[in-house]
């Protein structure tokens, strides 16, 4: 099954600087990378996600890469704002034949105002 | 539409008692997934139904049974509850397989005594 490594667990950074959080998979079959944000309290939600047949996808603010020779996926936030302190989870596919994803153990962003 | 929704929202068991932590969704999605998740540990899939008819284990599923009564419902039991089960519970749902966002419910926080 897949293995998903996270890092930092915890990052700190000033109102208006940049954010990048860093995945590492193991699978080299897996085929799809989402990154889900939560809140304190609340459920996690779909923020951004990337298939392999790309190498970077942007959303306003929010940017993922891939590197699939690596095997490692990253979050990019920029100009950061206090509504993005959140605990941050990176995903993969489960592989081995069973559905559903492997969490990285997630990243826990302060926006230092 | 109300999305994923989860029943009890909070519960408390003592060790040795049993429970069903209920889940439906509106969607009309194929897959539905039971998470749990502990401090520092991110998410860890429990179970999972690919369809309407058909479940699996997924990382941890030591503890637990699970049934997918019809499309929008996917139950999880614990037959004897221990204190290694406190956790909180997410239930998600995705329109066919992991490759696609997954939509998760409230959570139920469980404390088992």
């Known amino acids: ?113 | 539409n109300a999305g994923v929704t989860q029943t009890p929202k909070f519960q408390v068991l003592k060790t040795g008692q049993s429970m069903t932590l209920q889940c439906a969704q509106d969607m009309n999605h194929n897959s539905m997934y039971w998470y749990r998740q502990d401090p520092g540990m991110g998410l860890r899939l429990i179970y999972y139904s690919a369809s309407e008819g058909t479940t699996d284990k997924g990382e941890v599923p030591n503890g637990y049974n699970v049934s997918r009564l019809n499309k929008r419902e996917f139950s999880l039991r614990l037959e004897s509850a221990a204190p290694s089960q406190t956790s909180v519970y997410f239930c998600a749902s995705t329109l066919a397989y992991s490759t696609n966002e997954q939509f998760f419910g409230p959570g139920t926080r469980l404390t088992v005594l």
């Open chain 1, 1 to 113: 099954g897949e293995n998903v490594e996270q890092h930092p667990s915890t990052l700190s950074v000033q109102e208006g600087d940049s954010a990048v959080i860093k995945c590492t998979y193991s699978d080299s079959a897996s085929n799809y990378f989402p990154w889900y944000k939560q809140e304190l309290g609340k459920r996690p939600q779909l923020i951004i996600d990337i298939r392999s047949n790309v190498g970077e996808k942007k959303d306003q603010r929010i940017a993922v890469t891939l590197n699939k020779t690596a095997k490692h996926f990253s979050l990019h936030i920029t100009e950061t704002q206090p509504e993005d302190s959140a605990v941050y989870f990176c995903a993969a596919p489960s592989g081995g034949g069973a559905d559903g994803l492997t969490f990285g153990k997630g990243t826990h962003l302060i926006i230092q105002p």
